[in-house]
């Protein structure tokens, strides 16, 4: 179903609400908001070290509105988030974009056992520098459509299915070649324990399509591909305070031509998050995922890595955060063909802030963070950059 029709679909249950004074739906289910943001990045293009280049970093301000949507309708629930942003680079004026970003859903029941939701998303950005290091700007869209659904036919047992689309296209001639629209169809079994937790199975097909085949070595390239996955499915909660959440099992990608990109093994991501003393939070992640690429010579990796994350609320308006980031990619390439054999690489991030809330509806932050980039198949580089952002809810 295309996106603009999912979207309307979701967004028409609106048009069916029995009519509240305005002043209450205001206050109770729609909140604009406004959020200005600066900040500097020391790498804009993430350009090898050694590159000599006139001017490597930019400054930017990034003004942004939108409205947030919470609106029960009977027993269903409606959200929905509308933003549009315009982004301003003080060197690099070509840059400049406007943002947007929606997104809807309408969670829905029928009868007691039965439960599910339907939605999608809309996202027009600037594509990172990270694997194409080019000065013209590439907006990038993103779309997704979903709908699932589960029956819990026993208090203790739910079956559930679910189906997504994923588009992504890119404004920028050159990098059509990573169009790429992928289905994904679900299935599962879950055991739901009185605790709250849940212990599952479940079986995934993904199909991803590339219309642009890529010319390379006087050949033409096509990245489409096949994917099962076989998968626990677990949130375990240990206490009020440490929950464990995994998505992991084993997963096959074969594609149509070039079989030696065929890839199969661990795949997924674990989760643990708890918490000290109500005020120190803490999550680390660990994951081994097949992901897309954005260059002009390789389209997907396997990617394992790691991170942790901190949230410290210093007073009851102020909050520190910091994060840490380690992962390595393994690059799935045309090996004595188009490409070297073992390209990867390895980054590794680290980030602080600093946020105040003066008031429920308000905020200012401060971040900070410093980026590191090696291996033998992309640009060896490091940035650092900072930002200052506040927004408010009215």
Do not use: C
Not at 179 to 193: I, M
Not at 346 to 367: C, D, E, F
């Amino acid at each position: 179903m295309p996106f603009n029709k999912s979207l309307l679909l979701v967004l028409g249950a609106w048009a069916v609400v029995p009519m509240v004074p305005a002043h209450a739906m205001l206050s109770d289910t729609i909140h604009p908001y406004l959020a200005v943001a600066r900040s500097h990045d020391s790498n804009l293009f993430r350009l090898d070290d050694g590159a000599v280049i006139g001017q490597r970093g930019d400054d930017l301000t990034r003004t942004q509105f939108g409205i947030l949507v919470d609106m029960p309708i009977s027993r269903q629930r409606l959200t929905a988030q509308i933003k549009r942003s315009k982004v301003k680079f003080s060197h690099y004026k070509q840059l400049d974009y406007d943002g947007k970003d929606y997104a809807a859903d309408l969670e829905w029941h029928v009868g007691n056992h039965v439960e599910g939701h339907v939605g999608g998303t809309y996202a027009q950005t600037l594509t990172s520098f990270n694997d194409f290091h080019s000065a013209e700007r590439n907006l990038r869209v993103q779309r997704r459509e979903y709908v699932d659904g589960a029956w819990r036919f026993h208090p203790s047992y739910r079956v559930r299915a679910a189906a997504s689309r994923n588009k992504s296209t890119y404004d920028l001639p050159v990098q059509q070649y990573n169009n790429r629209t992928e289905d994904q169809v679900d299935v599962g079994f879950d055991y739901l324990p009185p605790s709250g937790s849940r212990f599952g199975l479940q079986a995934s097909r993904i199909e991803g399509k590339y219309p642009n085949h890529r010319a390379l070595g006087g050949m033409l390239v096509d990245d489409s591909y096949t994917q099962h996955e076989l998968k626990a499915n677990v949130y375990w909660l240990f206490s009020a305070t440490s929950q464990f959440q995994m998505l992991a099992g084993w997963a096959e990608r074969k594609h149509p031509v070039f079989a030696e990109r065929d890839t199969s093994g661990l795949n997924g991501r674990a989760t643990m998050n708890w918490s000290m003393l109500r005020k120190l939070k803490m999550s680390a992640s660990a994951w081994r995922e097949f992901a897309a690429v954005e260059s002009n010579l390789i389209n997907n990796s396997v990617n394992k890595g790691a991170s942790f994350n901190t949230t410290w609320d210093v007073t009851s308006k102020v909050a520190a955060t910091a994060m840490v980031r380690r992962e390595k990619r393994d690059f799935s390439t045309l090996e004595g063909r188009l490409a070297a054999p073992n390209l990867s690489d390895k980054t590794r991030i680290a980030s602080l802030g600093l946020t105040w809330a003066p008031t429920l509806t308000s905020q200012l932050s401060v971040n900070a963070f410093h980026e590191v980039r090696s291996g033998n198949a992309s640009t060896n580089y490091r940035a650092n950059g900072a930002a200052v952002s506040a927004s408010i809810q009215f």
